[in-house]
């Protein structure tokens, strides 16, 4: 299962750190992602970092936001820098978790979300 952590509230040019950790049968973690979800808006991917360690944004956010992943603690972090109005949504997390047993077959797990508010 992945575990989302870190949302809040924050004024408007300010910075959020998001958690996600991955737990359970973990064999070897592929591509990592956030996705964001605005009321009445379709929840939409905003970085991604693959097992290289090849990142990739939402062109909104480029410049602002960096994706890393931890290897060695299953983890992928979002660091949100100078935040806007329009940040404002719950943050999802998203892996491809394979297992030990299963390697070639690809798993996608989906953390729980969490809310970023981000206030004028």
């Known amino acids: 299962q992945l575990q989302a952590s870190g949302g809040g509230l924050v004024l408007a040019g300010g910075s959020l750190s998001l958690s996600c950790a991955a737990s359970g049968n973990i064999g070897r973690i592929y591509t990592m992602t956030w996705h964001r979800q605005a009321p009445g808006k379709e929840r939409e991917l905003v970085a991604s970092?693959?097992?290289?360690?090849?990142?990739s944004y939402v062109d909104s956010v480029k410049g602002r936001f960096t994706i890393s992943r931890d290897d060695a603690k299953n983890t992928v972090n979002l660091q949100m820098n100078n935040l806007k109005l329009d940040d404002s949504a719950v943050y999802y997390c998203?892996?491809?978790?394979?297992?030990?047993?299963?390697?070639?077959?690809?798993?996608?797990?989906w953390g729980q979300g969490t809310q970023v508010t981000v206030s004028s």
């Open positions: 998203n892996a491809d978790v394979r297992t030990i047993a299963a390697p070639l077959v690809p798993r996608i797990r």
């Open positions: 970092v693959s097992r290289g360690g090849t990142t």
